[in-house]
């Protein structure tokens, strides 16, 4: 796992198919990822002492665990993806000529949607406001509308690349 992270603060050590393997497996993880952090900031904050700033209420609506950590911790895994993308596509000379040399860098717009959709979530989390229940509304149907950018990439990638269906041969 360090190599992963480490391969995706500096990618030209290479990558192996461990780290791609992992990299997914981290992606498809990320709600588990999310709710398991959940469970481990309320533990903590029941294990601390009273007078600690970190509530269990903190954990899951505000704080800094709410505004950074559950952000970081779902950016994760795409971040690694993108990285591991494009480092692919430089390998092969940034080549455009077919859609064979063009799969990395759509796989990585692809990723780069779920990076958009965890910014979008955090900020609308962030800036929401009930008193300026306009203003809030606007940061949550941009990111309805990521998330419905996020979800047909994706599927379309599964259903074309992955699952080989619907591709003309």
């Known amino acids: ?6 391969s995706s603060v500096w990618p030209f050590f290479g990558f ?3 780290h791609l393997l992992l990299s997914d497996i ?19 904050s029941l294990s601390l002492s ?12 505000q704080g800094h665990f709410a505004v950074w950590a559950r952000p970081l911790l779902c950016a994760l895994p795409c971040w690694i993806r993108v990285v591991q993308c494009i480092y692919c596509w430089a390998e092969r000379q940034w080549d455009v000529s077919s859609w064979e040399s063009l799969q990395h860098p759509v796989n990585a717009v692809k ?23 306009s203003t809030s509304q606007v ?3 941009l990111v ?11 599927l379309s990638w599964d259903v074309w ?7 003309p041969s």
Not at 26 to 44: E, N, P
Not at 50 to 61: A, D, E, F, T
Not at 161 to 167: K, N, P, Q
Request: net charge negative; glycine share 4%.
């Open 1 to 6: 796992f360090g190599q992963v992270l480490a």
């Open 139 to 141: 940061w949550w149907y």
């Open 111 to 133: 990723y780069l949607s779920g990076l958009l959709v965890v910014l979008l979530a955090s900020l609308a989390s962030f800036f929401s406001d009930p008193s300026l229940h």
């Open 161 to 167: 690349m992955d699952w080989d269906l619907g591709w």
């Open 50 to 61: 009273p007078s600690s700033s970190l509530h269990p209420s903190n954990c899951s609506s």
């Open 26 to 44: 981290l992606t498809s993880a990320c709600l588990m990822l999310y709710q398991v952090s959940l469970l481990g900031c309320t533990f903590a």
């Open 16 to 18: 192996r198919f461990s």
């Open 144 to 154: 309805f509308f990521a998330q419905v950018l996020k979800t047909v990439l994706s």
